[in-house]
Structure formats: C-alpha cells, structure tokens
C-alpha cells in the first residue's frame, strides 16, 4: 500500500496559481474517478476541498479545482490567498485499496 | 449539522491495548462507510481502516492488520476501533471520517504508545 506521489512543496506569491500532482498507479488514481483532496493546517483536522476528481464541496471558493490524466491526479488553486497556506493531500478510494498522497505544504510568498 | 467526535486516545505502553470511540450525529450513520485515519506527528495522513454501513465488510492496513479491529454500533451511532499489541509506531492522532469522500472529520483522538 503505497503512498500516492505528491511533490514535498509547492509556493506561488498572492494571486499567482499553484499546482499540485498526485501520482499513482492504475490500480488507484488511474482505474477509477474517486479522487479527493485535503487541505490541513497546522493543528487542525483535514478538510475537503475536491472530491470525485473534480466536484467541490458547498463552501468551497471556486479558486480550487481539481483534474485527472491517466495515473496523475491535480489539484490547481487560482488567485493564492494568505490563508491558502496549508498542507494538501490527495486520496484514492478503491473497493482494493484506499492510499492517500505524501502530501505538499504550499507557501504564499 | 453533521459531527463526528472521537474520544478514548491515551498514553498506553508497548504491547498493550485501546478502544476509540467516534461517535456520529447529523446524518443516518448507517447509511454509510466509515473510516479511522491517522497522522502521526510531523507526518503524513494514513488510511487505516474502513467499515460499511452494516459492518459486514470491513478493510484494513497492512500495518494494522491482525491487531487493529473497527466495529460499529448503528443503535448508538458510534464507531469504534479497538487496537491490541500497540507499537510505539502507532503514536497518532486518529480521526474518524464519513463515506468515500472523508467528509466530514472529527477533531481527532491522540494515542501515545511508549514506555
């Protein structure tokens, strides 16, 4: 079991756009479209940010989106905040395997 | 509004043993998957096991497999995870988290596993 492949970091200044990839196989992120994404701050639980690939739950800015090629999965965020600065990790879901991301720390410079 | 609350992480010595607890409110818990995930500290987040809406199937880890047990009580609304022969790798914060889509998590429980 593992870990999908995230870059360790990944910073961009305010309003620039970061993207984050998300590695695996096809037999997790390329064999099917339950990919999600997180984002963590420091002491804090994780949140949903993109689900299904590419669906964003209520609440979340549409700064954040989500897309699929082959075995990589991306998260992008447009128009970096101060509060963007976190954590992000990518999840497979699979009836054989469940695998989350290494994780990236994004820096707004 | 849909909450989950972990409760039962301690300070436990090699080798032994623990129950956590979720319990689930806001939604009809047995309608859904259920998930412990856990991030020790500094690290990464770790799926760690998974259970379905009637607890007929259920999934786990290698790393936890064997000692690790989730169960779950519809009439109380609440999930558990039982975890014997602890190892000091097992330190973490859990977190309970709903369906495929992990939506939404708990605050998360802290378990210390040391001498």
């Known amino acids: 079991q593992s870990a999908l492949t995230q870059p360790p970091s990944a910073s961009g200044s305010p309003g620039q756009s970061v993207t984050i990839s998300c590695t695996g196989t096809s037999s997790d992120v390329g064999g099917h479209n339950y990919v999600s994404w997180y984002q963590q701050h420091p002491g804090k639980a994780p949140k949903l940010m993109i689900y299904?690939?590419?669906k964003r739950p209520s609440g979340v800015p549409d700064r954040f989106s989500g897309s699929k090629s082959g075995n990589t999965a991306s998260l992008t965020v447009s128009g970096l905040q101060a509060e963007d600065e976190a954590d992000y990790y990518c999840?497979?879901?699979?009836?054989?395997?469940?695998?989350f991301g290494t994780g990236t720390k994004v820096t707004v410079l | 509004e849909v909450q989950l609350v972990e409760s039962g992480g301690d300070l436990v010595q090699p080798g032994g043993s623990l129950r956590l607890s979720c319990a689930a409110s806001g939604f009809t818990f047995s309608n859904y998957w259920m998930h412990w995930v856990r991030q020790a500290p500094g690290e990464g987040l770790v799926w760690v096991s998974r259970?379905?809406?009637?607890?007929?199937?259920?999934n786990y880890a290698d790393s936890v497999k064997g000692r690790f047990t989730i169960s779950r009580d519809n009439a109380k609304n609440t999930l558990y995870l039982q975890m014997n022969s602890l190892r000091v790798e097992d330190t973490a914060v859990y977190y309970c988290?709903?369906?495929?889509?992990?939506?939404?998590w708990g605050q998360g429980t802290l378990v210390t596993v040391s001498s």
């Open positions: 259970i379905n809406g009637d607890g007929s199937s259920t």
């Open positions: 999840f497979s879901y699979g009836n054989n395997k469940n695998v």
């Open positions: 299904e690939v590419s």
């Open positions: 988290a709903r369906d495929r889509d992990l939506y939404p």
